[in-house]
Structures are given as structure tokens and as C-alpha cells.
């Protein structure tokens, strides 16, 4: 019964945040709408979410566009008219990441300041579109970015670096595009919803300096090339003055969501957070405290009650399993819930994949750790081999939803009877 209303929640407040009826609303803003008719239309599409934001741009504006959409493997779902379509690596870039952000850097050479250029941004465009700047090649991204994801950077250091070595991050492709104007629609991943960070503000005045590039070098002992540490100290646009953004979603819009339908089920909810940015166990291991403490002493909430918590957690690797923040978070709480009945706790990323896997994240109750106890798992040896993947999968708690078409960040709920 718990489980399946956990189900029920997290496919609700997902559907709450696709990003359909956000595109929809965003083109009706009068920065668009004057526009159109004026000159050409050029649809640029990144990110996660970039298929289905694309297709409803597409739906509404007719066949009147070109352009290129560049997202995550297995995440487009067929031909758009008008638009070429590009599946690349995340969240370390490859080849056919460059080859994707090359041929949409075509569709905007040479515009008119009667042109617009529909910029469609969602979480994951930092991997997703990427021109390494001049003295910068692909493997050079790619071992940077390896480094970042291990030693436990949160995403505003991972993007600033990222804008520091690009040829389009930073504000620098609003640059390219220039004199056109740029509309941006903006489904953010990024806790405070900076523009300058969602997919690495490559429409955005950038916020981040070359001294804080190097500092993060500094700070986290990364190994990195003298000749980049060249670049990394060239600063990004500062002011761009042909850019209009909207913000159509985000990690509070995805709590809220999940809240609303807790309580249709009778369970009083309540969000802790949606700015969760520690590490992904210890935050695993303060829901699961959250719960007990709710079932002792009906603090901070009475049971029945949601807990709620979203954000982005990080994950310091030490081994070479596989597994994801999520699954991490989900296999900490089930230790945190051993033994406790009428608890059932949840982490996923909202779109539908959690690191390196098919997994959105893990679902766990009272008598997770249990089974694996009895099938010959050790809990802490898994986690400091970072393989939570393959144990919850032992304890059939894997949380398995598909790509959602949508990333708007994390969130972790605890439902308790």
C-alpha cells in the first residue's frame, strides 16, 4: 500500500513538470510573440528535456522552423519537422556532442536582428552542448569533467569550469547568435535557478569569474594542463543585450507537486528543503532519522505524513561499482529504517535516470537491509564501492521509470503510515 503510493506521487509531480504545457505558456510571452513573422526562426534545443520541449515548440509554431536538437541517448522519440535531431553523452561529453553542438551552431551563422532564435534549455545541457574553445579538445573536457564528478564539486563549480573551457557556455553562444535576439525557455536543474549555471548559461551574463575557475582547481587538487590553466583565466561575457529568458520550471515547482498529491492520499506533507545539496548518504541517513523521529514523537510532522526533500546531493566516488546519488541516498535511508514498519522511502531523479544507469533511483522500506543481510550483502562495503546499483537490485528496490522527458533536479520522500 505504501509503495504504491509512493508510485502514485512520484509519477504525479513528474507529469507536474513536463515540460509540454511550460513551453506553451512561455511562447505566449509578448518578448516572442512581437517578434514573430519578423524575420526567420531558428529552434535551438539542449538538454534532457530537449526532444519534448522541441516537440511542443514544434506542435504550436507549425513547420515554419529549422534548427537541431541535441540531448541524452534514448531520450528523443522520433523526427521533428524541421529540426535535426542529435543524441549524445552525458554527463561527460563525446564526440557526438560536438558534432551535435557543430551542426546547430550552423542554423545560427549569419542571422538578421530580425531573426530569433528559440533557445530551449533544460538540465544535462552542460554535457549535451559543447564547443571546446580554441587550445581546448574533446578529451581535455572529458578528463576535467571526470575529475569534477568524483571529488564531490557541486554543479554551479562543475558548470564553472565547464564555461571557462567552452566555446559556447558563459554566454558565449547568445554571442554567437548576435545580432539576432535570443528567446530562452528555461526548465532548470540548478538549485536557485541561476541562469548562468542551468546547462552552463550559454545564454547568460556570466556571473562566475576566472578567479573562481582557478580556485576550484585549487581547491580540489585537479589535474590540469598548464596551457588550460591559460584559458581558464580568460573571462566569459559579462552583459549580453539580445537575450530574453524564461524560467518554466524547477526543483520547488516538483516538491510542491509531489506535496499536493501526498495529501490526496491522506498523508500531511511536508518539504524540508529543496536546496539538499550534501552528500547523497548522509542525506539517505537524515530522512531516515526524519522518519524515526516522526514515529517516536510526531515531530516535526503526525504521522500519516510525507517527507519531503529535493535538490541535488553529491557523491565522492571511492570504488568502481555502479550506481547513482539516488541509489545512494535510498540504500543510506534503508539502513537508517531497519526494522521500522510503515516506512517506505524514495530518491529518484525526476528525469528518469540516475548516473551512469537505467535507474531513476532506489525505493526502500523497513526490511531493505534485512534481505540483503540474508542474501550476503555488506551495506557499507557496497557504499564505499559505490555499487548501490547492483545491491538494491538484489532487494528489487531499484526505482525504474524510463526517461521522464523532463530534469528538473532530485527529490527524496519519505512516507510514513
Not at 218 to 226: E, Q, T
Not at 325 to 341: C, K, T, W, Y
Request: charged share 20%; hydrophobic share 40%; aromatic share 4%.
Amino acid at each position: 500500500m505504501l509503495k504504491d503510493d509512493m508510485r502514485s506521487i512520484i509519477d504525479g509531480a513528474i507529469k507536474a513538470v513536463l515540460p509540454e504545457n511550460a513551453v506553451k505558456e512561455a511562447l505566449k510571452h509578448p518578448a516572442f510573440t512581437s517578434r514573430q513573422g519578423k524575420g526567420r526562426l531558428i529552434v535551438a534545443s539542449i538538454g534532457k528535456a530537449a526532444w519534448r520541449m522541441a516537440k511542443a515548440a514544434s506542435d504550436i509554431l507549425g513547420k515554419n522552423i529549422t534548427g537541431a536538437v541535441v540531448t541524452k541517448y534514448d531520450h528523443s522519440m522520433g523526427e521533428i519537422h524541421g529540426l535535426e535531431i542529435f543524441e549524445a553523452g552525458h554527463p561527460v561529453p563525446d564526440m557526438n556532442t560536438i558534432n551535435g553542438t557543430k551542426a546547430l551552431l550552423q542554423h545560427v551563422k549569419g542571422l538578421s536582428p530580425e531573426d530569433t532564435v528559440l533557445f530551449l534549455v533544460s538540465g544535462g545541457g552542460s554535457a549535451l552542448f559543447e564547443s571546446p574553445a580554441e587550445g581546448v579538445t574533446l578529451d581535455d573536457m572529458q578528463d576535467i569533467t571526470g575529475q569534477l564528478l568524483s571529488c564531490g564539486a557541486d554543479i554551479v563549480e562543475i558548470n564553472t569550469i565547464r564555461k571557462h573551457l567552452s566555446g559556447v557556455k558563459g554566454g558565449r553562444f547568445a554571442k554567437l547568435c548576435a545580432p539576432a535576439h535570443v528567446f530562452m525557455v528555461v526548465l532548470s536543474d540548478v538549485l536557485g535557478d541561476r541562469l548562468d549555471s542551468i546547462a552552463s548559461g550559454p545564454a547568460a551574463p556570466d556571473m562566475s569569474t576566472s578567479d573562481e575557475a582557478l580556485a576550484i582547481v585549487k581547491k580540489y587538487g585537479l589535474n590540469v594542463k598548464p596551457e588550460l590553466m591559460k584559458i581558464l583565466a580568460q573571462e566569459t561575457p559579462k552583459k549580453l543585450d539580445n537575450v530574453t529568458a524564461i524560467i518554466t520550471g524547477s526543483v520547488t515547482a516538483l516538491c510542491q507537486a509531489a506535496g499536493e498529491l501526498a495529501r490526496e492520499k491522506g498523508y500531511t506533507p511536508l518539504v524540508l528543503t529543496t536546496t539538499m545539496t550534501c552528500e547523497a548518504r548522509e542525506a539517505g541517513s537524515f530522512i531516515a532519522s526524519v522518519a524515526r523521529e516522526v514515529l517516536t514523537s510526531g515531530r516535526p510532522v503526525k504521522s500519516p505524513c510525507a517527507i519531503i526533500a529535493g535538490g541535488e546531493t553529491v557523491v565522492h566516488l571511492t570504488g568502481k561499482g555502479m550506481g547513482g546519488r539516488n541509489q545512494e541516498f535510498a540504500l543510506s535511508a534503508a539502513v537508517g529504517i531497519d526494522g521500522l514498519d510503515g516506512v517506505v522511502v524514495a530518491s529518484l531523479g525526476s528525469d528518469g535516470t540516475d548516473g551512469p544507469t537505467d535507474a531513476a533511483g532506489g525505493i526502500v522500506d523497513g526490511n531493505t537491509a534485512r534481505t540483503l543481510r540474508d542474501k550476503g550483502v555488506s551495506i557499507p562495503e557496497v557504499l564505499r564501492n559505490n555499487d548501490a546499483y547492483n545491491a538494491l537490485k538484489k532487494a528489487d528496490a531499484l526505482l525504474m521509470t524510463g526517461p521522464t522527458g523532463t530534469n528538473v533536479n532530485d527529490v527524496a520522500i519519505a512516507l510514513i503510515a
